[in-house]
């Protein structure tokens, strides 16, 4: 059974930082395509970034380009979402996800395997 567990999240001052991390078991994600989404209530859910395994590639939503930074570890089985410069437009439940070879980094119908979310609150 796949399993991802998300972590880190919480209550931030705009302009602070948290660091998320999302540790996979059932599965070997070595040579999985990863990525993080978020989403408020009422609203759809919003890509954040993607890491492939195939050199490492990254790939940013437009409102997050240049503030925060995926990586993994696949040793360790985990992605991390580091988040800089917070705004309160960041606040929204923040969901890992990960499948092989994602067509379309961006969107969530390419993932086959979600966990439950962490929520990131950002204050002004």
């Known amino acids: 059974q796949v399993q991802l567990v998300e972590s880190g999240g919480g209550l931030a001052q705009a302009g602070g930082s948290l660091r998320l991390s999302c540790v996979v078991s059932?599965?070997?994600?070595?040579?999985?395509?990863m990525g993080w989404f978020r989403q408020v209530p009422g609203k759809e859910r919003e890509f954040v970034a993607a890491?492939?395994?195939?050199?490492?590639?990254?790939y940013y939503g437009n409102a997050v380009k240049g503030r925060f930074t995926i990586s993994r570890d696949n040793a360790k089985n985990t992605v991390y979402l580091q988040m800089n410069s917070l705004k309160p437009e960041d606040t929204a439940r923040y969901y890992c996800?990960?499948?092989?070879?994602?067509?379309?980094?961006?969107?969530?119908?390419?993932?086959?395997?979600w966990g439950q979310g962490t929520q990131v609150t950002v204050s002004a």
């Open positions: 059932g599965r070997t994600v070595s040579r999985d395509d």
């Open positions: 890491i492939r395994w195939r050199f490492g590639s990254t």
């Open positions: 996800a990960t499948t092989t070879t994602a067509q379309a980094m961006s969107v969530p119908t390419a993932y086959d395997y």
